[in-house]
């Protein structure tokens, strides 16, 4: 189901939209005004928190990036790592 909002997340040079699975569930999560969302990315738990708007590495807090949510026409770089043109 395509959602009005889509998320992204911050990569080197610019942002990659979150796939659209992981997207519904930050939406439903956001939209129920809960404070987080944990995703299992690439094999991988994550928690995405919505005062910081970061995602951060449940095991090593050290990874974190800035995410957004914004209209799905927001330039990205590709989906979940796909690169898109
Ligand atoms: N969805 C999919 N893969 C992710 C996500 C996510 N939300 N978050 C992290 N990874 P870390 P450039 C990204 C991947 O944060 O060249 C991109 O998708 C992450 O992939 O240190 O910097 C690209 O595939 C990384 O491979 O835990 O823009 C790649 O980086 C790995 O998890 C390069 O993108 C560790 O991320």
């Known amino acids: 189901t395509q959602e009005v909002y889509q998320w992204f997340y911050e990569g080197r040079n610019g942002w990659w939209k979150y796939d659209e699975r992981s997207n519904s569930e930050l939406e439903a999560a956001y939209s129920s005004g809960e404070a987080d969302c944990t995703l299992l990315l690439a094999g991988t738990l994550y928690n995405i928190d919505f005062q910081s708007m970061t995602q ?30």
Do not use: E
Request: net charge positive.
């Open 56 to 85: 951060v590495r449940r095991s090593d807090q050290t990874r974190r990036r800035r995410v957004r949510r914004d209209t799905p026409m927001f330039p990205a770089k590709g989906i979940a790592g796909i690169k898109t043109d």
